[in-house]
């Protein structure tokens, strides 16, 4: 009889990515995707650790989870991820219902951790960090317009705040020729736009001496099919000169970077271990610029670092303002398990990081929505999506900058996939709308029909 397996999703890219993967290896074992918790004979929650509001959302999860398995005790429930790679054994005292907990390179073994669990009929904890790629991917069926292609795993940039590298442990890069065999095969199968994914693209290859970040851009420009590429994240100190010129070169390389500047003060900076300075930050933000007409940079900042005094948030007010950002992600910070940070003095409290969290909000609304609407007028290119999550009438899909555009469509369903020129008549806060902009063709059509 098959089983069910249920993984619910928490996090970023790579989890989705890892979780996609935990589908596939245990396919093998008899285990059948499923959608829903209900109905599930397994399942596995993957996890986020990066903030602590992500960590405590595990956990309520969980809960609710203890309430299915109390009515249906041979339910499997797992913990995987960053959260499993960080708390370890100590989630099965804290909830008691889980019975694995496969921290982020045993995720590569859950065949062979719910085998475990099966025959022995007891908890098994599995976090065992090893220096090979743990998830190495397989060709992929999911896909159609869009996907991730993970470059490169772990961290070993250690900023003061940050449980990554503690949890995905070091940097290993994939050699860029199974990175090609993969985007040929998507391409193949119709994807058009890629985004290649690591924490610090800007370092692929170094450390293992194979091409570098810009050399592996070149040549997953060059695979046919692929219309659009992107990339993230990258760490301010590694943008290189060669990445920037990337963009005067290499068309199909859309025109939106995400850098993450973390705060506008360099004692802070300096404090979180992020080894550049607000000018040196400002001078790679320009160069991106110069490069490339409208180019969209988007940006992380984290308000309330331990000892960020009123003056230095100023300072990152200033530094919002003065980007012009086309994104602002904003958190407040919180204290992660391991990092040096959570050791320093000075904490700020909860009430000051919500105001400050609340001010920073606001700037960044007022600068994103002067973008936008000095985008009206303007005609983009649309890969669209699907129909717009609001209204079925309109599609909905992004610019080469990563905007999201809507427009009225009729047939929303049918455009997915494909190119739609959009006249912007109107900027929002966080997105665009417009109308088809008739081309020559559609024009020339219009009059035969009015001739008619
Ligand atoms: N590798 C990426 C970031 C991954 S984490 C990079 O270096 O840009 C995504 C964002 O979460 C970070 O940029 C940071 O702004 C935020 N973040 C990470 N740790 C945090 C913490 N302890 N508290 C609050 N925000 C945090
Ligand atoms: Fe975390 Fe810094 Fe690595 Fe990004 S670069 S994952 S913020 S340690």
Not at 37 to 52: F, S
Not at 84 to 97: F, K, N, S, V, W
Request: include cysteine; hydrophobic fraction near 40%; aromatic fraction near 6%.
């Amino acid at each position: 009889m098959n089983r069910r397996v249920h993984i619910q999703t928490m996090g970023c890219q790579m989890n989705v990515h890892d979780s996609a993967r935990m589908e596939d290896l245990l396919a093998p074992m008899g285990y059948e995707p499923w959608d829903s918790p209900r109905g599930a004979d397994l399942i596995i929650v993957n996890t986020c650790a990066v903030r602590e509001k992500a960590e405590d959302k595990v956990y309520s999860y969980l809960g609710r989870l203890a309430e299915i398995k109390a009515r249906r005790p041979d339910l499997l429930i797992a913990v995987a991820g960053c959260v499993a790679q960080a708390r370890g054994a100590e989630i099965l005292t804290r909830a008691p219902a889980v019975d694995m907990v496969i921290g982020t390179h045993a995720m590569a073994r859950v065949a062979q951790v719910v085998a475990e669990r099966v025959d022995t009929g007891r908890p098994v904890v599995d976090t065992a960090l090893g220096d090979t790629l743990p998830l190495a991917p397989l060709p992929r069926k999911r896909e159609r317009i869009s996907a991730f292609v993970t470059i490169m795993s772990g961290c070993d940039n250690f900023c003061s705040y940050c449980v990554v590298p503690h949890v995905r442990g070091r940097e290993i890069s994939r050699p860029p020729e199974e990175i090609l065999a993969e985007v040929r095969a998507l391409a193949d199968q119709g994807v058009k736009e890629l985004t290649l994914l690591g924490q610090n693209v800007n370092s692929y290859g170094k450390k293992e001496g194979m091409p570098d970040f810009v050399e592996l851009l070149d040549q997953v420009h060059g695979v046919s099919g692929i219309q659009r590429l992107r990339f993230v994240t990258s760490h301010p100190k590694d943008l290189s000169p060669a990445l920037v010129d990337a963009f005067s070169r290499l068309d199909k390389l859309c025109g939106r970077v995400h850098l993450p500047v973390q705060s506008g003060s360099d004692r802070v900076l300096a404090a979180m271990n992020r080894r550049y300075t607000v000018g040196q930050y400002l001078e790679k933000l320009s160069a991106l610029r110069r490069v490339r007409e409208g180019m969209a940079v988007t940006t992380d900042i984290i308000v309330g670092f331990p000892g960020e005094t009123r003056a230095e948030f100023q300072q990152t007010l200033h530094l919002v303002a003065e980007g012009d950002f086309d994104g602002v992600f904003s958190f407040k910070y919180s204290d992660r398990p391991y990092t040096a940070a959570s050791g320093f003095p000075d904490k700020i409290s909860e009430a000051e990081k919500s105001r400050r969290l609340n001010e920073l909000i606001e700037l960044a609304n007022e600068i994103g929505l002067r973008k936008n609407r000095a985008l009206e007028g303007t005609v983009c290119t649309v890969l669209v999506e699907g129909a717009s999550r609001k209204d079925e009438r309109e599609a909905s899909g992004r610019c080469p900058d990563n905007r999201t555009v809507n427009f009225p469509a009729e047939n929303a369903r049918q455009l997915v996939g494909t190119f739609v020129e959009v006249r912007i008549e109107r900027g929002n806060a966080h997105s665009l709308w417009g109308r088809p902009a008739a081309g020559p063709d559609r024009t020339r059509a219009q009059e035969v029909t009015h001739a008619a």
